[in-house]
């Protein structure tokens, strides 16, 4: 099973707000909660496909993103690697430019969401990280 590298970015605003999209019901995992990002193409950096996913997902621009936390899990059908950035610097206001539902959420109810497996962790770490 081919392993597939995404590059995913936890966006925090000032009140300590992180962004999530709802997966369309026609995509894999959907009709569940995800943090915004996407497939590292090859010869690309992590942090450039996160610049360029978050871009052309939701029209922000991120200034400068950390890393946070990286987690390999597998799925039935496929395996994935999360590289997991987390950033507070970006520029514009976050639209579903593909169609999908965003909304800010406190980090204390992340875990009212339905999210796919491999975020469980991340919730984890978002939620031990001081922003």
């Known amino acids: 099973m081919a392993l597939i590298h995404v590059a995913v970015a936890v966006i925090v605003n000032e009140q300590k707000q992180v962004l999530i999209a709802l997966r369309q019901a026609h995509q894999h995992q959907g009709n569940l909660w995800e943090f915004p990002g996407g497939k590292v193409e090859l010869g690309e950096t992590t942090e450039l496909a996160l610049t360029r996913e978050v871009k052309e997902e939701l029209g922000v621009e991120i200034a400068k993103a950390t890393p946070l936390i990286e987690i390999r899990h597998d799925y039935q059908d496929k395996s994935v690697l999360l590289d997991v950035w987390s950033t507070r610097y970006f520029e514009g206001e976050p639209?579903?430019?593909?169609?999908?539902?965003?909304?800010?959420?406190?980090?204390?109810?992340?875990t009212d969401f339905d999210f796919p497996a491999a975020n469980q962790t991340i919730i984890k770490a978002i939620q031990a990280t001081e922003f």
């Open 95 to 110: 639209k579903g430019l593909e169609g999908q539902t965003i909304k800010w959420c406190p980090i204390e109810a992340l």
